[in-house]
Protein backbone atom coordinates (compact mmCIF):
# COMPACT_ATOMS: atom_id res chain seq x y z
CA UNK A 1 0.00 0.00 0.00
CA UNK A 2 2.50 2.47 -1.40
CA UNK A 3 1.14 6.36 -0.30
CA UNK A 4 1.95 9.32 -1.78
CA UNK A 5 4.38 10.61 1.17
CA UNK A 6 7.96 10.80 0.51
CA UNK A 7 9.41 9.73 3.81
CA UNK A 8 13.30 9.77 2.62
CA UNK A 9 14.87 11.27 -0.35
CA UNK A 10 18.53 11.69 -1.00
CA UNK A 11 20.06 14.24 -3.32
CA UNK A 12 23.54 14.29 -4.78
CA UNK A 13 24.64 11.96 -1.81
CA UNK A 14 27.98 11.66 -1.74
CA UNK A 15 30.91 10.62 0.52
CA UNK A 16 34.62 10.39 0.10
CA UNK A 17 36.99 8.47 2.10
CA UNK A 18 40.73 9.73 0.81
CA UNK A 19 40.41 9.58 -2.84
CA UNK A 20 37.91 6.94 -2.94
CA UNK A 21 34.27 8.06 -3.35
CA UNK A 22 32.23 4.93 -1.74
CA UNK A 23 29.32 6.88 -2.54
CA UNK A 24 29.09 9.13 -5.32
CA UNK A 25 26.21 11.30 -6.34
CA UNK A 26 22.83 8.80 -5.18
CA UNK A 27 19.81 10.25 -5.15
CA UNK A 28 16.87 8.11 -4.51
CA UNK A 29 13.71 8.02 -2.43
CA UNK A 30 11.24 5.97 -0.49
CA UNK A 31 7.70 6.36 0.20
CA UNK A 32 5.93 5.26 3.13
CA UNK A 33 4.25 2.07 2.78
CA UNK A 34 6.65 1.10 0.18
CA UNK A 35 9.74 -1.46 -0.04
CA UNK A 36 12.73 -0.19 -1.73
CA UNK A 37 16.11 -2.93 -2.53
CA UNK A 38 19.08 -1.49 -2.87
CA UNK A 39 21.41 -4.02 -5.03
CA UNK A 40 25.11 -4.10 -5.97
CA UNK A 41 27.79 -6.07 -6.23
CA UNK A 42 30.32 -6.72 -2.58
CA UNK A 43 31.87 -3.09 -1.81
CA UNK A 44 29.80 -0.88 -4.15
CA UNK A 45 28.90 1.11 -1.11
CA UNK A 46 25.40 -0.08 -0.02
CA UNK A 47 26.34 -0.44 3.62
CA UNK A 48 28.22 3.06 3.40
CA UNK A 49 24.80 4.53 2.37
CA UNK A 50 23.33 3.48 4.93
CA UNK A 51 25.09 4.52 7.21
CA UNK A 52 25.16 8.00 5.35
CA UNK A 53 21.35 8.12 6.31
CA UNK A 54 21.43 6.93 10.04
CA UNK A 55 24.17 9.78 10.73
CA UNK A 56 27.21 7.00 11.14
CA UNK A 57 28.87 9.33 8.57
CA UNK A 58 28.52 12.91 7.23
CA UNK A 59 28.07 13.33 3.71
CA UNK A 60 30.88 14.85 1.60
CA UNK A 61 27.96 16.95 -0.26
CA UNK A 62 24.59 16.08 -0.87
CA UNK A 63 21.49 16.02 1.45
CA UNK A 64 19.25 13.51 2.78
CA UNK A 65 15.70 14.94 3.74
CA UNK A 66 13.33 12.64 5.99
CA UNK A 67 9.96 13.34 6.81
CA UNK A 68 10.18 17.07 5.02
CA UNK A 69 13.66 17.64 7.02
CA UNK A 70 17.34 17.49 6.35
CA UNK A 71 19.13 15.23 8.62
CA UNK A 72 22.40 15.04 7.12
CA UNK A 73 24.80 15.87 10.03
CA UNK A 74 22.52 15.24 12.83
CA UNK A 75 23.98 12.96 15.77
CA UNK A 76 22.98 9.13 14.99
CA UNK A 77 20.51 8.88 18.22
CA UNK A 78 18.81 11.88 17.39
CA UNK A 79 17.96 10.86 13.85
CA UNK A 80 17.26 6.89 15.22
CA UNK A 81 14.83 8.54 17.58
CA UNK A 82 13.12 11.04 14.81
CA UNK A 83 11.78 7.66 13.23
CA UNK A 84 14.40 5.71 11.38
CA UNK A 85 15.57 2.71 12.38
CA UNK A 86 17.89 -0.36 11.15
CA UNK A 87 19.44 -3.84 11.54
CA UNK A 88 23.37 -4.73 10.90
CA UNK A 89 24.69 -6.69 8.04
CA UNK A 90 26.30 -8.77 10.75
CA UNK A 91 24.17 -9.41 13.63
CA UNK A 92 24.53 -6.35 16.46
CA UNK A 93 22.72 -7.80 19.22
CA UNK A 94 23.10 -7.10 23.08
CA UNK A 95 24.65 -10.70 24.07
CA UNK A 96 23.88 -10.25 27.62
CA UNK A 97 20.44 -8.26 27.46
CA UNK A 98 17.01 -10.68 27.04
CA UNK A 99 14.50 -10.58 24.26
CA UNK A 100 12.27 -8.51 26.52
CA UNK A 101 14.88 -6.04 27.43
CA UNK A 102 16.09 -5.35 24.41
CA UNK A 103 12.07 -4.21 23.83
CA UNK A 104 12.39 -2.11 26.64
CA UNK A 105 15.70 -0.71 26.24
CA UNK A 106 14.14 0.56 22.60
CA UNK A 107 10.65 1.51 23.64
CA UNK A 108 12.39 4.18 26.34
CA UNK A 109 15.12 5.13 24.64
CA UNK A 110 13.49 9.03 23.99
CA UNK A 111 13.17 8.90 27.60
CA UNK A 112 15.92 11.72 29.48
CA UNK A 113 18.51 9.39 31.12
CA UNK A 114 17.78 11.23 34.48
CA UNK A 115 14.13 10.00 34.17
CA UNK A 116 15.62 6.72 33.47
CA UNK A 117 17.53 6.78 37.08
CA UNK A 118 14.59 6.64 38.91
CA UNK A 119 12.46 4.17 36.81
CA UNK A 120 12.81 1.13 38.42
CA UNK A 121 12.93 -2.04 35.97
CA UNK A 122 9.60 -2.47 34.13
CA UNK A 123 9.09 -5.90 33.99
CA UNK A 124 5.73 -5.64 31.52
CA UNK A 125 5.92 -4.17 28.40
CA UNK A 126 3.53 -6.75 26.83
CA UNK A 127 0.42 -4.49 26.17
CA UNK A 128 2.64 -1.68 24.51
CA UNK A 129 1.24 -0.65 21.40
CA UNK A 130 3.69 -1.18 18.24
CA UNK A 131 2.75 -0.52 14.71
CA UNK A 132 1.37 -4.30 14.75
CA UNK A 133 -0.78 -4.32 17.63
CA UNK A 134 1.09 -4.66 20.82
CA UNK A 135 4.32 -5.83 21.99
CA UNK A 136 3.02 -8.95 22.38
CA UNK A 137 1.51 -9.43 19.05
CA UNK A 138 4.89 -7.91 17.34
CA UNK A 139 7.07 -10.71 19.45
CA UNK A 140 4.40 -13.46 18.25
CA UNK A 141 4.61 -12.29 14.63
CA UNK A 142 7.86 -12.98 14.69
CA UNK A 143 8.43 -16.32 16.38
CA UNK A 144 9.73 -14.54 19.71
CA UNK A 145 7.52 -14.39 22.42
CA UNK A 146 8.67 -17.90 23.87
CA UNK A 147 11.68 -16.90 23.95
CA UNK A 148 11.57 -13.55 25.47
CA UNK A 149 13.01 -13.89 29.27
CA UNK A 150 15.97 -15.23 27.12
CA UNK A 151 19.56 -13.75 26.21
CA UNK A 152 20.09 -12.86 22.68
CA UNK A 153 23.35 -14.64 22.29
CA UNK A 154 21.80 -17.89 23.11
CA UNK A 155 19.17 -17.30 20.25
CA UNK A 156 18.98 -19.45 17.17
CA UNK A 157 20.79 -17.70 14.06
CA UNK A 158 17.70 -16.78 12.22
CA UNK A 159 15.94 -15.80 15.58
CA UNK A 160 18.50 -13.37 16.07
CA UNK A 161 18.00 -11.55 12.72
CA UNK A 162 14.39 -11.04 13.74
CA UNK A 163 15.30 -9.99 16.76
CA UNK A 164 17.67 -7.21 15.26
CA UNK A 165 14.06 -6.36 13.19
CA UNK A 166 11.91 -6.29 15.94
CA UNK A 167 14.31 -4.06 18.19
CA UNK A 168 14.23 -2.00 15.06
CA UNK A 169 10.56 -1.78 15.17
CA UNK A 170 10.36 -0.77 19.22
CA UNK A 171 11.76 2.61 18.39
CA UNK A 172 7.97 2.74 16.72
CA UNK A 173 10.12 4.30 13.33
CA UNK A 174 8.43 5.26 9.99
CA UNK A 175 11.29 4.25 7.99
CA UNK A 176 12.91 0.75 8.53
CA UNK A 177 16.48 -0.11 6.90
CA UNK A 178 17.69 -3.58 6.57
CA UNK A 179 21.22 -4.69 5.62
CA UNK A 180 20.64 -8.37 4.73
CA UNK A 181 17.84 -9.20 6.83
CA UNK A 182 18.11 -12.60 5.51
CA UNK A 183 21.95 -13.37 5.23
CA UNK A 184 22.67 -17.13 6.64
CA UNK A 185 18.81 -17.79 6.92
CA UNK A 186 17.38 -21.06 4.87
CA UNK A 187 14.34 -20.91 2.41
CA UNK A 188 11.70 -21.14 4.87
CA UNK A 189 12.91 -18.54 7.14
CA UNK A 190 13.64 -16.20 4.12
CA UNK A 191 10.02 -16.29 3.11
CA UNK A 192 8.75 -16.03 6.20
CA UNK A 193 10.87 -12.92 6.51
CA UNK A 194 9.65 -11.06 3.26
CA UNK A 195 6.28 -11.89 4.31
CA UNK A 196 6.66 -10.21 7.76
CA UNK A 197 8.54 -7.23 5.50
CA UNK A 198 5.54 -7.09 3.19
CA UNK A 199 3.01 -6.74 6.30
CA UNK A 200 5.10 -4.06 7.39
CA UNK A 201 4.84 -2.04 4.61
CA UNK A 202 0.96 -2.53 4.41
CA UNK A 203 0.82 -1.15 7.77
CA UNK A 204 2.30 2.56 5.99
CA UNK A 205 6.18 1.81 6.85
CA UNK A 206 8.67 2.52 4.48
CA UNK A 207 11.95 0.22 3.90
CA UNK A 208 14.86 -0.23 2.05
CA UNK A 209 16.43 -3.25 2.47
CA UNK A 210 20.12 -4.32 1.15
CA UNK A 211 19.96 -7.72 -0.19
CA UNK A 212 21.55 -10.23 -2.52
CA UNK A 213 18.94 -13.10 -2.71
CA UNK A 214 17.29 -11.99 -6.01
CA UNK A 215 14.08 -14.01 -5.63
CA UNK A 216 13.87 -12.34 -2.15
CA UNK A 217 13.76 -9.23 -3.77
CA UNK A 218 10.91 -10.12 -6.14
CA UNK A 219 8.95 -11.28 -3.90
CA UNK A 220 9.39 -7.88 -1.43
CA UNK A 221 10.03 -5.12 -3.45
CA UNK A 222 8.15 -2.32 -4.92
CA UNK A 223 11.55 -0.92 -6.40
CA UNK A 224 15.48 -1.36 -6.66
CA UNK A 225 18.08 0.70 -6.96
CA UNK A 226 21.26 -0.66 -8.08
CA UNK A 227 24.83 0.35 -7.33
CA UNK A 228 28.42 -0.07 -8.14
CA UNK A 229 31.20 1.68 -7.66
CA UNK A 230 29.26 4.34 -5.11
CA UNK A 231 26.99 4.98 -8.62
CA UNK A 232 23.57 4.91 -9.13
CA UNK A 233 23.32 2.57 -12.13
CA UNK A 234 19.49 1.93 -12.51
CA UNK A 235 16.30 2.36 -10.54
CA UNK A 236 13.40 0.48 -11.38
CA UNK A 237 10.84 -2.37 -11.03
CA UNK A 238 12.20 -5.70 -9.77
CA UNK A 239 12.16 -7.34 -13.08
CA UNK A 240 13.17 -4.29 -15.21
CA UNK A 241 16.16 -4.43 -13.59
CA UNK A 242 16.63 -7.93 -14.11
CA UNK A 243 16.43 -7.68 -17.51
CA UNK A 244 19.14 -4.41 -17.50
CA UNK A 245 22.06 -5.20 -19.42
CA UNK A 246 23.97 -2.83 -17.42
CA UNK A 247 23.12 -4.56 -14.68
CA UNK A 248 23.94 -7.79 -15.37
CA UNK A 249 27.70 -6.22 -16.50
CA UNK A 250 27.98 -4.93 -13.36
CA UNK A 251 27.47 -8.21 -11.51
CA UNK A 252 29.25 -10.05 -14.14
CA UNK A 253 32.14 -8.24 -15.69
CA UNK A 254 31.43 -6.70 -19.44
CA UNK A 255 32.58 -9.09 -21.95
CA UNK A 256 30.47 -11.76 -20.17
CA UNK A 257 28.34 -13.87 -22.53
CA UNK A 258 24.84 -13.59 -20.84
CA UNK A 259 22.95 -15.96 -23.53
CA UNK B 1 34.51 -5.80 68.36
CA UNK B 2 38.14 -4.68 68.90
CA UNK B 3 39.57 -1.54 67.57
CA UNK B 4 41.71 -3.57 65.03
CA UNK B 5 38.52 -5.36 63.88
CA UNK B 6 36.80 -1.69 63.91
CA UNK B 7 39.93 -0.67 61.37
CA UNK B 8 39.52 -3.30 59.77
CA UNK B 9 35.81 -3.01 58.49
CA UNK B 10 36.46 0.50 57.75
CA UNK B 11 39.55 -0.52 55.64
CA UNK B 12 36.70 -3.18 53.96
CA UNK B 13 34.81 -0.16 53.33
CA UNK B 14 37.40 2.19 51.51
CA UNK B 15 38.39 -0.51 49.22
CA UNK B 16 34.78 -1.42 48.65
CA UNK B 17 33.88 2.01 47.36
CA UNK B 18 37.02 1.74 45.37
CA UNK B 19 36.04 -1.73 43.31
CA UNK B 20 32.88 0.07 42.70
CA UNK B 21 34.63 3.15 41.22
CA UNK B 22 36.35 0.93 38.56
CA UNK B 23 33.22 -1.10 38.26
CA UNK B 24 30.89 1.75 37.55
CA UNK B 25 33.17 2.50 34.67
CA UNK B 26 34.03 -0.84 33.63
CA UNK B 27 29.95 -1.37 33.18
CA UNK B 28 30.17 1.01 30.20
CA UNK B 29 33.73 -0.88 29.07
CA UNK B 30 35.94 1.95 30.66
CA UNK B 31 38.57 0.70 32.36
CA UNK B 32 39.91 3.52 34.82
CA UNK B 33 43.14 2.16 36.02
CA UNK B 34 43.26 5.78 37.93
CA UNK B 35 41.19 5.55 40.82
CA UNK B 36 44.06 6.35 42.87
CA UNK B 37 44.28 9.97 41.71
CA UNK B 38 40.66 10.27 42.22
CA UNK B 39 40.60 9.32 45.60
CA UNK B 40 43.50 11.53 46.28
CA UNK B 41 41.46 14.61 45.12
CA UNK B 42 38.44 13.64 47.20
CA UNK B 43 40.83 13.13 50.05
CA UNK B 44 42.22 16.54 49.86
CA UNK B 45 39.25 17.98 49.19
CA UNK B 46 37.59 16.45 52.13
CA UNK B 47 40.69 17.22 54.36
CA UNK B 48 40.85 20.91 53.65
CA UNK B 49 37.52 21.26 54.21
CA UNK B 50 37.42 19.52 57.21
CA UNK B 51 40.28 21.61 58.32
CA UNK B 52 38.81 24.91 57.68
CA UNK B 53 36.16 23.71 60.03
CA UNK B 54 33.68 22.28 57.99
CA UNK B 55 31.74 19.30 59.90
CA UNK B 56 32.71 15.79 58.76
CA UNK B 57 30.18 14.76 56.71
CA UNK B 58 29.80 17.82 54.70
CA UNK B 59 33.39 17.55 53.61
CA UNK B 60 32.96 13.86 52.63
CA UNK B 61 29.93 15.09 50.54
CA UNK B 62 32.25 18.24 49.06
CA UNK B 63 35.36 15.76 48.16
CA UNK B 64 32.82 13.58 46.83
CA UNK B 65 31.35 16.54 44.71
CA UNK B 66 34.75 17.65 43.54
CA UNK B 67 36.05 14.43 42.36
CA UNK B 68 32.81 13.97 40.96
CA UNK B 69 33.38 17.05 38.91
CA UNK B 70 37.21 15.82 37.96
CA UNK B 71 35.64 12.53 36.81
CA UNK B 72 33.27 14.44 34.14
CA UNK B 73 36.50 15.97 32.83
CA UNK B 74 38.53 13.54 32.44
CA UNK B 75 35.53 11.17 30.96
CA UNK B 76 34.70 13.57 28.27
CA UNK B 77 38.53 13.48 26.48
CA UNK B 78 38.26 9.68 27.71
CA UNK B 79 35.62 8.99 25.04
CA UNK B 80 38.03 9.76 22.10
CA UNK B 81 40.16 6.44 23.01
CA UNK B 82 39.10 3.11 24.32
CA UNK B 83 40.29 -0.55 25.57
CA UNK B 84 43.74 -0.34 26.23
CA UNK B 85 44.50 3.56 25.38
CA UNK B 86 42.27 4.55 27.94
CA UNK B 87 43.32 2.31 30.73
CA UNK B 88 46.69 4.46 29.63
CA UNK B 89 45.34 7.53 29.72
CA UNK B 90 43.51 6.95 33.13
CA UNK B 91 46.66 5.56 34.73
CA UNK B 92 48.78 8.56 33.45
CA UNK B 93 46.15 10.79 35.44
CA UNK B 94 46.86 9.12 38.61
CA UNK B 95 50.52 9.71 38.56
CA UNK B 96 49.69 13.02 37.74
CA UNK B 97 47.60 13.56 40.23
CA UNK B 98 50.02 12.21 42.81
CA UNK B 99 52.68 14.89 41.77
CA UNK B 100 50.79 17.41 41.90
CA UNK B 101 49.98 17.15 45.65
CA UNK B 102 53.54 16.59 45.78
CA UNK B 103 53.96 20.55 44.67
CA UNK B 104 50.45 22.27 45.78
CA UNK B 105 51.61 24.65 48.65
CA UNK B 106 48.33 24.49 50.33
CA UNK B 107 47.97 20.50 50.28
CA UNK B 108 51.36 20.47 52.50
CA UNK B 109 53.54 18.78 49.54
CA UNK B 110 55.49 15.55 50.68
CA UNK B 111 54.55 16.49 54.67
CA UNK B 112 51.02 16.12 53.52
CA UNK B 113 47.93 17.38 55.50
CA UNK B 114 48.04 16.65 59.34
CA UNK B 115 45.55 17.33 62.22
CA UNK B 116 42.35 16.06 60.00
CA UNK B 117 39.59 15.33 62.40
CA UNK B 118 38.90 11.93 62.65
CA UNK B 119 35.19 10.82 61.49
CA UNK B 120 33.31 8.00 63.90
CA UNK B 121 33.36 4.47 62.72
CA UNK B 122 29.70 4.07 62.58
CA UNK B 123 29.42 7.43 59.94
CA UNK B 124 32.24 5.71 57.52
CA UNK B 125 29.84 2.76 57.83
CA UNK B 126 26.47 4.92 57.04
CA UNK B 127 28.29 6.92 53.74
CA UNK B 128 29.35 3.72 52.80
CA UNK B 129 25.77 2.14 53.20
CA UNK B 130 24.27 5.36 51.12
CA UNK B 131 26.77 5.31 47.98
CA UNK B 132 26.54 1.19 47.73
CA UNK B 133 22.47 1.70 48.06
CA UNK B 134 22.79 4.27 45.41
CA UNK B 135 24.75 1.85 43.23
CA UNK B 136 22.95 -1.00 43.56
CA UNK B 137 19.24 0.96 43.02
CA UNK B 138 21.27 2.15 40.11
CA UNK B 139 21.83 -1.27 38.63
CA UNK B 140 18.41 -2.08 39.19
CA UNK B 141 16.69 0.42 36.98
CA UNK B 142 15.87 1.29 33.42
CA UNK B 143 19.16 3.35 33.03
CA UNK B 144 21.22 -0.02 34.08
CA UNK B 145 19.79 -1.07 31.02
CA UNK B 146 21.40 1.41 28.97
CA UNK B 147 24.54 0.89 30.51
CA UNK B 148 24.55 -2.52 29.44
CA UNK B 149 23.39 -2.16 26.04
CA UNK B 150 26.41 0.49 25.99
CA UNK B 151 28.97 -2.70 27.36
CA UNK B 152 27.78 -5.25 24.62
CA UNK B 153 27.89 -3.04 21.79
CA UNK B 154 27.89 0.74 21.61
CA UNK B 155 27.44 1.06 18.04
CA UNK B 156 23.67 -0.58 18.25
CA UNK B 157 23.03 1.23 21.09
CA UNK B 158 23.55 4.46 19.60
CA UNK B 159 21.33 3.57 16.50
CA UNK B 160 18.45 2.73 18.93
CA UNK B 161 18.81 5.75 19.90
CA UNK B 162 20.53 6.13 23.06
CA UNK B 163 22.53 8.79 23.90
CA UNK B 164 25.88 6.89 24.06
CA UNK B 165 28.34 9.94 25.55
CA UNK B 166 26.34 11.21 28.03
CA UNK B 167 25.77 7.58 29.30
CA UNK B 168 29.74 6.90 29.21
CA UNK B 169 30.67 10.49 30.84
CA UNK B 170 28.25 10.00 33.64
CA UNK B 171 29.37 6.65 34.63
CA UNK B 172 33.30 8.32 34.44
CA UNK B 173 31.85 10.95 36.78
CA UNK B 174 30.09 8.60 39.39
CA UNK B 175 33.34 6.29 38.83
CA UNK B 176 34.73 10.17 40.43
CA UNK B 177 32.19 10.43 42.95
CA UNK B 178 32.86 7.00 44.30
CA UNK B 179 36.28 7.03 45.08
CA UNK B 180 36.40 10.64 46.14
CA UNK B 181 34.47 9.05 49.15
CA UNK B 182 37.02 6.49 49.51
CA UNK B 183 39.45 8.95 50.08
CA UNK B 184 37.71 11.26 52.15
CA UNK B 185 36.75 8.35 54.75
CA UNK B 186 40.63 7.84 53.94
CA UNK B 187 41.91 10.82 54.85
CA UNK B 188 39.56 10.94 57.90
CA UNK B 189 40.08 7.63 59.19
CA UNK B 190 43.96 7.62 59.18
CA UNK B 191 43.83 11.92 60.13
CA UNK B 192 46.67 12.23 57.66
CA UNK B 193 47.08 12.56 54.02
CA UNK B 194 50.42 12.80 51.81
CA UNK B 195 50.76 11.93 47.93
CA UNK B 196 52.67 9.06 48.68
CA UNK B 197 49.31 6.96 49.74
CA UNK B 198 48.00 7.55 46.26
CA UNK B 199 50.21 5.38 44.68
CA UNK B 200 49.56 3.55 41.17
CA UNK B 201 49.46 0.00 43.37
CA UNK B 202 46.44 1.51 45.13
CA UNK B 203 44.67 1.95 41.32
CA UNK B 204 45.79 -1.36 40.47
CA UNK B 205 44.21 -3.34 43.49
CA UNK B 206 40.77 -1.22 42.93
CA UNK B 207 40.58 -3.09 39.67
CA UNK B 208 41.95 -6.40 40.58
CA UNK B 209 39.34 -6.10 43.62
CA UNK B 210 36.41 -6.34 40.42
CA UNK B 211 38.42 -8.69 38.25
CA UNK B 212 38.42 -10.90 41.17
CA UNK B 213 34.86 -10.61 41.88
CA UNK B 214 33.64 -10.02 38.75
CA UNK B 215 33.10 -7.27 36.69
CA UNK B 216 29.76 -8.45 35.41
CA UNK B 217 27.89 -8.13 38.83
CA UNK B 218 26.89 -5.52 41.35
CA UNK B 219 28.28 -8.01 43.78
CA UNK B 220 32.00 -8.93 42.35
CA UNK B 221 33.28 -5.72 43.60
CA UNK B 222 32.53 -6.33 46.97
CA UNK B 223 33.62 -9.45 47.33
CA UNK B 224 36.08 -8.56 45.74
CA UNK B 225 37.46 -6.31 47.78
CA UNK B 226 36.43 -7.81 51.16
CA UNK B 227 38.22 -10.98 50.15
CA UNK B 228 41.45 -9.12 49.03
CA UNK B 229 41.27 -6.63 52.59
CA UNK B 230 40.90 -9.94 54.55
CA UNK B 231 42.57 -12.30 53.41
CA UNK B 232 46.27 -10.64 53.64
CA UNK B 233 45.21 -9.90 57.38
CA UNK B 234 44.49 -13.87 57.64
CA UNK B 235 47.30 -14.89 56.01
CA UNK B 236 49.93 -12.86 58.58
CA UNK B 237 51.35 -16.36 60.19
CA UNK B 238 52.77 -16.63 56.45
CA UNK B 239 55.30 -13.18 57.34
CA UNK B 240 57.21 -12.95 54.07
CA UNK B 241 55.72 -15.51 52.37
CA UNK B 242 52.26 -13.09 52.54
CA UNK B 243 52.38 -11.39 48.83
CA UNK B 244 53.48 -15.07 47.34
CA UNK B 245 50.52 -16.07 48.86
CA UNK B 246 48.31 -13.36 47.53
CA UNK B 247 49.62 -13.25 44.11
CA UNK B 248 49.07 -17.29 43.94
CA UNK B 249 45.61 -16.92 45.10
CA UNK B 250 45.10 -14.17 42.31
CA UNK B 251 46.79 -16.64 39.63
CA UNK B 252 44.43 -19.78 40.68
CA UNK B 253 41.25 -17.79 40.79
CA UNK B 254 41.96 -16.21 37.30
CA UNK B 255 42.47 -19.74 36.25
CA UNK B 256 39.88 -21.18 37.78
CA UNK B 257 36.89 -18.31 37.16
CA UNK B 258 38.83 -16.30 34.63
CA UNK B 259 35.29 -13.72 34.63
CA UNK B 260 35.42 -13.00 38.31
CA UNK B 261 34.11 -14.73 41.45
CA UNK B 262 30.51 -13.98 40.79
CA UNK B 263 29.03 -13.81 36.96
CA UNK B 264 26.74 -12.11 35.38
CA UNK B 265 23.27 -13.58 36.67
CA UNK B 266 24.39 -15.26 39.90
CA UNK B 267 23.20 -13.02 42.92
CA UNK B 268 24.83 -13.64 45.93
CA UNK B 269 22.04 -15.52 47.06
CA UNK B 270 21.83 -17.94 44.21
CA UNK B 271 25.54 -18.82 45.24
CA UNK B 272 24.98 -19.25 48.93
CA UNK B 273 21.88 -21.68 47.59
CA UNK B 274 24.15 -23.71 45.64
CA UNK B 275 26.62 -23.90 48.43
CA UNK B 276 23.94 -24.97 50.82
CA UNK B 277 22.65 -27.44 48.18
CA UNK B 278 26.30 -29.32 47.63
CA UNK B 279 26.68 -29.73 51.60
CA UNK B 280 23.52 -31.19 52.15
Redesign the interface.
Known amino acids: MMSEKTLLQTRDLSIQFGGIRAVDGVEFSVHAGEVVGLIGPNGAGKTTLLNLITGVYKPTSGTVIFDGRRIDGRVPHLIARSGIARTFQNIRLFRSLTVMEHVQLALGSATGHLKSVFQLKPTDHARDATVMGSVEDTLTRFGLWDQRTQVASELSYGLQRKLEIVRALMLQPQLLLLDEPTAGMNEDETMEVADLIRLLSDLGLGVLLIEHNMPFVGKTCDRVAVINFGKQITTGSPEEVRRDPRVLEAYLGDDHDYS | MSIYQVGLLVQVCINILLGMSVYVALSTRQLNLGAAGFMAVGAYTAALASLAGIPISASLFLGMLATMVVGLLIGLPALRVSGIYLAMATFAFGLVVESIFLVLPFAGQARGLAGIPPVEPIVVFAWTAIALGGVF??T???????V??I???E??????????T??KI?MFGLSGALAGLAGGVYAHWFVYVEPSAFSVEVSIFAALYVIFGGS?SFWGPVVGATILTLLPEYARGLDAWRPAFIGVVLLVMLILRPSGLIG?GTSLRSLLARRVRRSS
Open positions: LLRSQFWLRRSHDDFAASMSGLNVTVSRR
